[in-house]
């Protein structure tokens, strides 16, 4: 717990300090923690560093994050469509097992299109709303937070009924509607304090939004894990576990958030 809080007090404000600057150092950031996150995908699935299978995902993952960044997401889908056809055909030669050659190429071909399309989401958050992309990073980050930290004391404390016992026995339905309120309350935070031209309904559904898609992200995460029988991604991040730990719901609630921005706040 120690360790938990003191990670916490050194890159919470890094992040913030981050998510305000925005441009190439928003951008350097994800472009990093897409790829640890991806070497601990690659990892997990047990693919040998000196392989081509682990390095042409690792190498789509940062291009494809790259180009939808300075060029537009059109460009980063081009290449994962070039990926996806290397990939298959890298995959038949490393693997004599049909079956196993199929299941590894499927795991990967989702690993590239989880992280490299979802993590661009992140910037353009930061890029579509003139004047306040960094406060609605701050919203994202902070409701992901709060939801999850919320989520995980009141499952503890009084959680009873399993949310999906197979797939994640420790998540409560309690703790999930618990998770919601992080979302109410960022809201309510938010709007009094950077984000108060935004109607307060409009940041209320905002919130639920992050907070109920964050925790299906989670959920999501939690399924891959269990069918490679890990608990973490990987220890990187000291009480924390690994990046794709830290992440996975942020990058579930990143395009729900975007396509609200895009469609409906600033339509």
Known sequence: ??????????FIPLLIFIMYQGGNLLAGMIL?????????????????IFLPVFWLPLTAVIIMIFLSIFLGPKWGAGIFII???TQGMLISFAREDPGESFALNAALVWGVAYLGFLYPFVYLIRQISQGSGGDWLLFLFGTIWLSDSLAMWVGKAIGCHKLSPIVSPGKTIEGFIAGLFGGIFVAVIMSFWRLHIIPFPILLGAGLLVSLTGQLGDL???????????????????????????FDSLLFAAPFLYAALRFIIYN
């Open 1 to 10: 717990m120690i360790k938990r809080v003191l990670i916490a007090i050194i």
């Open 32 to 48: 990093v923690l897409a790829c640890l996150g991806m070497i601990e995908y690659l990892v997990a699935q047990q693919v040998k």
């Open 83 to 85: 990926y996806f056809m």
């Open 220 to 246: 999501a995460e939690s399924l891959w894990k269990r069918s490679l029988g890990i608990k973490d991604s990987s220890k990187i991040i000291p009480g924390h576990g690994g990046v794709l730990d830290r």
